[in-house]
C-alpha cells in the first residue's frame, strides 16, 4: 500500500516552512494511517523550519496518524537530538494530585530532619566540649576569639540601642499605672525584675539568632557548597572541633556578656525616664533597684543566656552543615536558622519559668 509523501524543497526556513505545513495539514485531513515527508532535498534550514515540522508530527499524532520523516541529513538529526522530538511530541502530563497526607508529610519530613539533625550536632559539640579535653582535643581558643569578636562585638551597638529603648519604654508603662496608686518608686522594681529575669536574655538571644545563626549557617553551607568542608575532613582536620565547638562556645559566652550589657543599658535608661518624669533621684531609684533583685536572679539569667546563645550556635550550624542545592539551599538554610533558633530560643525559655516554678 502505498502512503502519501510530502516533499520538502531545497530551503526550510521561516519563510518556506508554511508551505510545507499546509501540505501536511491537507493530507492529514484525509486521515492516512501513514505519511512521509521527505526532507532529504534540504540543503539550508533553520529551527522554525524544524520547529513547523515538530509541529506537524504533533498534529500527526494527535489525529492518530503515524508520521516518519525521510532523508535526515547529519546536522537535522543533530538538532533533533537537541531538542528531544519526543518529548516536544508527547502531550505534558498534568500535575498529579497530592492527597492532603502526602502535602502535610512534605511539610513535617524537613522540620523532622531538621530537628534530628540539631539534636545530633548539640550531642556531638557537648561530647567534644566534655570529653575532648581528656583526649587531649583541647578548644580552639583563637577560632573561638574569632568568633567572639563576630559574635559579641559586632552585636553590641544594637543591644545598647535596644536595651536602652526598652527601659525606658518599660519604665514609662509602668509609670502610667504605678502613679495612680502613688507608687512611682516601684518602677525600679518593674524594670529591673523585667530585663534581668526576662527580656535581657530573651532579646540577646533574638539578636544573636538573627545575627551570628544566620551567619554560622551561611558560612558553614557555602564551604559545603564549595566542598571545603570535604576538604578539611580529607587532610584530617575535624569540622565539629575546628569550626562548629567555636562557634557553638562563642555564641554561649557572647550571649551572657551581652544579657549583663543589655540589662545595664536597660536600667539605664527605665532610671533616667524615672528621674525625669517621675521625679525619683538616682539613689532612690538604685536602692529600691538593690531591694527587688537577689544574687539568685542574677544567676538563673546567666544560665538562661548561655543556653539560649549555645542553642543560636547549634541550630546554626547544624543547618549549614546539612546544605543541599547549591546557591538555593545556602539561603535556604540561613532563612531556617533564623526561624528555628528563635522558636528553638522561646521553647527553652518555656521550660526555664516552668521549672523555677516547680522549684519554687
Known amino acids: 500500500m502505498d502512503h502519501p509523501t510530502i516533499t520538502?524543497?531545497?530551503?526550510?526556513?521561516?519563510?518556506?516552512?508554511?508551505?510545507?505545513?499546509?501540505d501536511l495539514e491537507r493530507t492529514l485531513r484525509e486521515r492516512p494511517g501513514k505519511?512521509?515527508?521527505?526532507?532529504?532535498?534540504?540543503?539550508?534550514?533553520?529551527?522554525?523550519?524544524?520547529?513547523?515540522?515538530?509541529?506537524?508530527?504533533?498534529?500527526?499524532?494527535?489525529?492518530?496518524?503515524?508520521?516518519?520523516l525521510k532523508g535526515l541529513s547529519e546536522s537535522m538529526l543533530d538538532f533533533f537530538s537537541l531538542?528531544?522530538?519526543?518529548?516536544?511530541?508527547?502531550p505534558s502530563a498534568g500535575a498529579a494530585r497530592v492527597d492532603p497526607v502526602t502535602r502535610l508529610g512534605a511539610m513535617?519530613?524537613?522540620?523532622?530532619?531538621?530537628?534530628?539533625?540539631?539534636?545530633?550536632?548539640?550531642?556531638?559539640?557537648?561530647?567534644?566540649?566534655?570529653?575532648?579535653?581528656f583526649r587531649r582535643r583541647f578548644l580552639r581558643l583563637d577560632r573561638t576569639a574569632i568568633e567572639v569578636d563576630h559574635c559579641a562585638a559586632g552585636a553590641l551597638p544594637i543591644i545598647a540601642l535596644i536595651a536602652f529603648l526598652l527601659g525606658l519604654i518599660l519604665a514609662m508603662q509602668a509609670y502610667v499605672q504605678l502613679r495612680v496608686w502613688g507608687a512611682e518608686i516601684y518602677i525600679a522594681d518593674m524594670v529591673g525584675v523585667s530585663l534581668l529575669a526576662e527580656i535581657g536574655p530573651l532579646m540577646t538571644a533574638i539578636v544573636l539568632a538573627a545575627r551570628s545563626g544566620s551567619?554560622?549557617?551561611?558560612?558553614?553551607?557555602?564551604?559545603?557548597?564549595?566542598?571545603?568542608?570535604?576538604?578539611?575532613?580529607?587532610?584530617?582536620?575535624?569540622?565539629?572541633?575546628?569550626?562548629?565547638?567555636?562557634?557553638?562556645?562563642a555564641c554561649a559566652f557572647a550571649a551572657v556578656t551581652l544579657s549583663v550589657v543589655f540589662d545595664v543599658v536597660g536600667i539605664c535608661g527605665g532610671a533616667l525616664f524615672a528621674w525625669g518624669a517621675a521625679g525619683i533621684e538616682f539613689g532612690a531609684f538604685a536602692e529600691q533597684l538593690?531591694?527587688?533583685?537577689?544574687?539568685?536572679?542574677?544567676?538563673?539569667?546567666?544560665a538562661k543566656a548561655a543556653t539560649f546563645g549555645a542553642a543560636v550556635g547549634v541550630v546554626g550550624c547544624a543547618l549549614g552543615l546539612r546544605v543541599k542545592g547549591g546557591s538555593e539551599?545556602?539561603?535556604?538554610?540561613?532563612?531556617?536558622?533564623?526561624?528555628?533558633g528563635i522558636f528553638q530560643v522561646i521553647v527553652i525559655d518555656a521550660l526555664f519559668v516552668t521549672a523555677q516554678r516547680m522549684l519554687g
Open 215 to 249: 551567619r554560622n549557617a551561611a558560612q558553614l553551607g557555602s564551604m559545603v557548597v564549595s566542598e571545603e568542608i570535604a576538604a578539611l575532613e580529607q587532610m584530617g582536620v575535624r569540622p565539629l572541633a575546628f569550626l562548629v565547638l567555636p562557634k557553638v562556645v
Open 8 to 22: 520538502a524543497g531545497s530551503t526550510l526556513d521561516q519563510s518556506s516552512v508554511t508551505a510545507l505545513v499546509d
Open 108 to 133: 513535617v519530613e524537613p522540620m523532622v530532619d531538621g530537628a534530628i539533625a540539631v539534636a545530633a550536632t548539640a550531642c556531638d559539640a557537648l561530647r567534644e566540649f566534655a570529653v575532648g579535653p
Open 329 to 340: 539551599g545556602v539561603g535556604r538554610a540561613t532563612t531556617n536558622a533564623v526561624v528555628l
Open 83 to 90: 531538542v528531544s522530538v519526543e518529548r516536544l511530541v508527547s
Open 35 to 68: 505519511v512521509y515527508v521527505d526532507l532529504g532535498a534540504v540543503e539550508r534550514f533553520d529551527s522554525a523550519g524544524l520547529g513547523g515540522v515538530v509541529a506537524g508530527m504533533r498534529r500527526a499524532k494527535d489525529l492518530g496518524c503515524e508520521l516518519r
Open 290 to 302: 538593690r531591694a527587688a533583685l537577689h544574687l539568685s536572679d542574677l544567676t538563673v539569667a546567666l
